[in-house]
């Protein structure tokens, strides 16, 4: 069985990567500057390739 300051130890742990987390969302999902966000930009970029790969397909033989 583990002590309490065991379980303090890993209760500890567990909110550091959960700010850290947090941080990290943060800096991928908030536009900064006026700009796209990092999600918005690879959305798009998924968009766009979707829309490039069908039109390649409709293409006539």
């Known amino acids: 069985m583990k ?3 065991m379980l303090s130890i ?3 742990s567990m909110t550091e990567y959960l700010v850290g987390l947090a941080v990290v969302t943060a800096i991928v999902a908030v536009p900064f500057d ?3 966000s990092l ?3 690879f959305i ?3 968009r766009i390739a979707y829309l490039r ?3 390649a397909i409709a293409l006539p033989a």
Do not use: C, I, L, P
Request: proline letters at 0%; a positive charge.
């Open 39 to 41: 999600v918005e930009y």
């Open 3 to 5: 002590s309490k300051r």
């Open 53 to 55: 790969f069908f039109t």
């Open 34 to 36: 006026g700009r796209a």
């Open 10 to 12: 890993g209760g500890q």
């Open 44 to 46: 798009d970029m998924v």
